[in-house]
């Protein structure tokens, strides 16, 4: 994040959801005509001028001082990790930005950015990446009576779920020229249920609320009375207990009403969202995680039906065949297995008739032959398949009607996974370190390079793409920049 510019707002933001915090920066000072006013003001300093009262420096005219300078999004990756992406996100705005206001302007549970910029109109960006993960939005009502101010301003809130814990603070306004949304929003990755909340109000007293769903705005009163509890952030006053730490927080079991309110309230936005990965992802995902593979196929099977020619439904269903594989046992349960797989295949099958260069249906397809029992032979179809995405790719960024996007290195981590799994290391390593020359620092890239021979690729690539385990069908990768 050292690469910034002439900085003006900044702000931490999760605009992906994902429970790590992201950052956002607008940039520049004036933007005019093409001379730059550096050139003058560095030619004149070097005369020995007073330059510590601005009204001395040289007349400006129509010159450029730090102009045109770009707004920066910072992703995080989870691992401590900034990668800059603001023209991946389409939010690489030049106009001379002065503030910042993040806020959810459509309720949708993902912070939109507003910027306001010197001498230009203001820009509105409606996020919609962060719409596939899970989120929780509060707003908080203070109560005079007890100390608190109304508008509850210096709490701190921390949610805990089975990730692990998140802390906000309820400010007044931050960051420079702006004020954002009053309402306190956390991202919760696929986290469904909130385990814990924790309000530390400005009276000093804590409010603990339990098992609470995920995608909701809560508004939140503080109540006259509360019972003392032990509070989850230290302080000299209370006993002290710590958060678990990131990852060792067991996952709720939820009561069957509960676990089909969450599911009947996704199937309803499916439905009014048809042609909505993001969306139609989640409910995949959290179908997995419930157990409820064969809801999630009925469902879908329902809206093919209804629905024939919307290619996102379609493609859902196809997954959902996918992910119900891991669970078939026995000893029929190759069976099980290639008849899912077969039924999976055939759905994606009518996406390519009917248009061939769909990148996601190829994809889908190479996947599924990728997981195969390599003595099933399906390696060389998984093979032709990663490379017609590579191909569908070169020529739509080559005619400008695509970028290149993050997830586009999931094709070459296929294909050299296909290579190794049908015994061609070289070539797997060729195309491991094709990827990883577009895509610098990818982690599984350099995991993959670091294998020494043929054999430990195969053993690498058969340990990870199997039917054993649940596969990632999760396409709201798509949305990603």
Not at 5 to 34: E, H, P, Q, R, S
Not at 79 to 105: C, M, P, T, W
Not at 202 to 216: D, F, G, H, T
Not at 383 to 403: H, M, P, V, Y
Request: aromatic fraction near 8%.
């Amino acid at each position: 994040t050292h690469h910034g510019g002439w900085g003006w707002g900044a702000k931490f933001v999760d605009f992906d959801n994902d429970a790590d915090l992201d950052i956002i920066a607008v940039n520049g000072f004036i933007t005019a005509g093409k001379e730059n006013y550096w050139y003058d003001l560095a030619s004149w300093t070097v005369k020995g001028e007073d330059v510590s009262d601005a009204k001395n420096w040289p007349v400006i005219g129509d010159r450029s001082f730090s102009g045109n300078e770009t707004t920066r999004l910072w992703r995080n990756d989870g691992q401590q990790r900034f990668s800059e992406i603001a023209a991946k996100a389409g939010v690489d705005n030049q106009h001379d930005g002065r503030g910042i206001v993040l806020f959810d302007y459509d309720n949708d549970g993902d912070l939109d950015i507003y910027l306001a910029n010197q001498g230009m109109a203001p820009v509105l960006f409606r996020n919609d990446i962060g719409g596939s993960k899970n989120w929780l939005g509060l707003q908080l009502i203070g109560n005079p009576k007890t100390g608190s101010n109304r508008d509850a301003i210096g709490s701190r809130i921390t949610v805990v779920t089975s990730t692990g814990p998140q802390i906000r603070e309820l400010d007044g306004g931050n960051s420079y020229s702006a004020q954002s949304d009053r309402r306190v929003y956390f991202g919760l990755g696929d986290d469904m249920i909130i385990n814990t909340l924790e309000i530390r109000w400005p009276s000093r007293r804590v409010q603990v609320m339990r098992n609470l769903r995920a995608n909701q705005i809560l508004t939140i009163q503080e109540p006259s009375e509360l019972p003392k509890v032990a509070s989850l952030i230290p302080t000299s006053r209370d006993k002290i207990m710590m958060p678990p730490k990131r990852g060792n927080i067991p996952e709720m079991v939820l009561p069957p009403a509960e676990r089909d309110a969450i599911l009947s309230e996704l199937e309803e936005k499916v439905r009014s969202h048809p042609n909505d990965i993001a969306i139609a992802s989640k409910y995949r995902i959290q179908c997995i995680k419930l157990g409820e593979f064969d809801r999630s196929t009925r469902f879908f099977e329902s809206l093919t039906n209804e629905y024939p020619k919307i290619r996102n439904i379609r493609l859902q269903l196809a997954l959902t065949y996918v992910d119900k594989m891991p669970k078939c046992g026995g000893m029929a349960a190759i069976v099980c297995k290639g008849t899912l797989a077969r039924k999976s295949l055939v759905q994606v099958g009518i996406l390519i008739e009917a248009d061939e260069t769909w990148w996601p249906a190829v994809y889908a397809r190479a996947m599924n032959h990728l997981h195969w029992p390599r003595a099933l032979r399906h390696s060389t179809m998984a093979i032709a398949d990663f490379k017609r995405c590579i191909a569908l790719l070169q020529n739509q960024t080559k005619s400008g009607s695509k970028q290149v996007r993050s997830y586009h290195v999931r094709t070459y981590i296929g294909l050299g996974d296909a290579l190794a799994k049908n015994e061609e290391f070289k070539k797997a390593q060729v195309a491991w370190r094709e990827g990883l020359s577009l895509f610098p620092g990818t982690p599984e890239l350099k995991e993959r390079i670091a294998l020494k021979t043929g054999e430990e690729a195969l053993a690498f690539v058969e340990k990870v793409r199997n039917l054993e385990k649940q596969i990632d069908t999760d396409f709201s990768f798509l949305l990603n920049p």
